[in-house]
């Protein structure tokens, strides 16, 4: 899916049009350019490599820079690369082992595989004017590092006894084992590094859209740190969609149709 990258400029609120007040995320997203296509044929996937952050050339090495010429555009920060769906042809091979391989009739990714070629051009700038106000997008970045913390924190343990002389508050305790296995299980909870992690939240909707100043302002929390980079993408589970605020009455009379249906289906 297409999408933009951007910094995280901070948090605010802004009003809908009901009078509720929503927590944002202010981005700045975009513009971002366009330095290379990937294509099947060559690269054997399609995607589009975004350039985002314009940088002076003498911040980075001979090889970055060099494929920055080789492209014809000027040098970025951040380089970024976003799929796009394979063609139908040659998803399908992929698809078939031994007999004939045909086209399926009812395919829905069906001319969309060549939209590296049509629709994207090296040097082309993307901006906020990708999105729709309302629409539903997935967010990507980088948590924010927490560094050495305990499993209290870290994995939300309950913890020991707080009175009758107990001195194991939060402390692990045994993790031992007896003669089977005769070992600590992989994966268990334990003290350790914590965030720093890539983490993306998804169907985040859009509040605001503002392309004069490149900015997105999106409903809730996203991960990083502020002046972070994030990848904004196209919801990858709900494509599309818009979602407009609604009347508290509206909200209420939908939740109960819904409980009805439900209740009618059990019967």
Known sequence: MIGLLGKKLGMTHVYDEFGRRKAVTAIQAGPCTVIQLREPKRHAYGAVQLGFEPVKESELSKPQLGQFKKAGVNPF????????PAPPLLRFAKQSVGGQAGLPKDDPAAGQGGASESEWKVGQQLTVELFQ???????????IGKGFQGGMKRWHW??????????????????????????????????????????????????????????????????????????????????????????????????????????????
């Open 133 to 143: 106000e309302f629409e539903l997008v997935d967010v990507t970045g980088i948590s």
């Open 77 to 84: 920060r951040y380089v970024r690369e976003f799929r796009l």
């Open 158 to 267: 309950k913890g020991g006894p707080k009175t009758h002389g107990s001195t194991s508050h939060r402390r692990p305790g045994s993790i031992g084992s007896t003669t089977t296995p005769g070992r600590v299980w992989r994966g268990h909870h334990l003290p350790g590094h914590m965030g720093a992690d890539r983490v993306t939240v998804q169907n985040v909707r859009i509040m605001r859209l503002d392309p004069g100043h490149h900015l997105l302002l999106l409903e809730g929390a996203v991960p990083g740190a502020e002046r972070a980079l994030v990848v904004i993408s196209k919801s990858k589970k709900r494509p599309g969609v818009i979602r407009k605020p609604q009347a508290f009455q509206t909200i209420v009379e939908e939740e109960m149709t819904a409980k009805a249906t439900k209740a009618a289906k059990k019967k």
